[in-house]
């Protein structure tokens, strides 16, 4: 069963827009991570945020995590046709070594 | 620093075939990690692999096997493939096993049962 659940499915935004992304998990974490994948195939590793951190950047990229709502959002600001790909956050259960259990993903579009 | 590397990209296969697929970590990574993605059920952990023991199993059928070799690498094994199979399997390596590693994945192998 997937742990994360990320909201919208779906985005579809114009360059230059900010683009939001939110995930929400169940249990306590050791931390949360952001991945993109484009179509086909493997997933990259954006941002890792440790479960006492709050923000974190990299980039135009931005992370926050809220651990008494149990969520995180992942922020992609002046948005480039090439962030076009699908984005899940992933959680690292407390002593879960490495078993990430991913969420259903957000479709991200930017269109020229 | 060559990235995952896995092989081969495409496999079809019949079902009740098996199959073994490959995943070459990046040098230095001594942890493996294999997860199955599919529309239906998303990405789903398989097994993770660090020193040649498997370490951690997610819930799957014992048709799914794998190893990892002295050299890092790791194969992964299906038996008596079904339909449901068909699926992008992906490999990924980190450097730590451990909390706070991310981890680095492979292209997949896309894997079709019919």
Redesign the interface.
């Known amino acids: 069963s997937q742990q994360g659940e990320e909201d919208p499915q779906a985005l579809s935004i114009q360059e230059g827009e900010n683009a939001t992304m939110n995930c929400s998990y169940k249990t306590s974490i050791n931390n949360l991570q952001w991945y993109r994948q484009n179509s086909g195939r493997g997933l990259v590793h954006l941002i890792l945020i440790r479960s006492n951190e709050r923000e974190k950047h990299s980039g135009r990229l931005r992370v926050t995590l809220d651990t008494s709502k149990k969520s995180s959002s992942l922020l992609i600001t002046a948005s480039r046709a090439a962030d076009t790909a699908s984005y899940f956050c992933a959680t690292d259960l407390t002593g879960g070594y490495n078993k990430l259990i991913f969420g259903a993903g957000t479709r991200l579009a930017v269109h020229p | 620093k060559a990235g ?1 590397t896995q092989t081969p990209r495409y496999l079809i296969k019949t079902r009740g075939q098996q199959v073994t697929l490959s995943c070459s970590p990046i040098s230095g990574h001594r ?1 493996v ?1 294999w ?1 199955q993605q599919t529309p239906g059920q ?4 398989l097994f ?1 692999y ?1 020193s040649e023991t498997q ?2 199993k ?1 819930n799957f059928p014992g048709r799914f096997s794998g190893r990892q070799f002295s050299n890092s690498r790791s194969e992964m094994n299906v038996s008596t493939l079904e339909l449901g199979d068909s699926a ?1 399997y ?1 490999c ?1 390596s ?1 450097l730590f ?12 192998t ?1 894997l079709t049962v019919t």
């Open positions: 995952v942890s990690s997860y998303g990405l789903q952990f993770e660090f370490r951690n997610g992008l992906l990924a980190s096993q451990g909390v706070n590693s991310p981890l680095h994945f492979g292209n997949g896309r």
